[in-house]
């Protein structure tokens, strides 16, 4: 009896953990369609790194030979800086060559659908 009891119990807790999991999985895809299909026509693209390095703020580097979905072909390369650029809150995105850095040079991150974030309790829209 005491078996089945702590059978049920694991169970049980696979099942509340798993449950957060799936939202987050499923909140991250809804972020990267966004990203895809909306988000990537509010980022700039630029080689002139003088613009850029220090005066804007570095969010990340995105380095397509890494993706786990396989490395895009150069054809495909800007829409995949810029996509993955707004979904990591950047607004610009610094190319060089297949290196590209991300950038934020607005006054705020950008949310995958490419509108601003605001603080919290602040429409962004407003002044």
Known sequence: MRSKAGVLLLLGLAALTASPSCANIKEADKNREEARTKGKYHVRLT???????????????????????????????PDYYREMAVYYGADTVLV????????????VPLNPDGTPKGLYGQNPQSP
């Open 47 to 77: 080689d002139k790194s003088d613009e850029v390095q220090g005066t804007c703020k570095f969010i990340r580097a995105i380095q397509p030979e890494y993706d786990p979905t396989g490395k895009p072909t150069n054809a495909q390369l």
């Open 96 to 107: 060089r060559g297949t290196l590209a850095e991300a950038y934020q040079c607005g006054p």
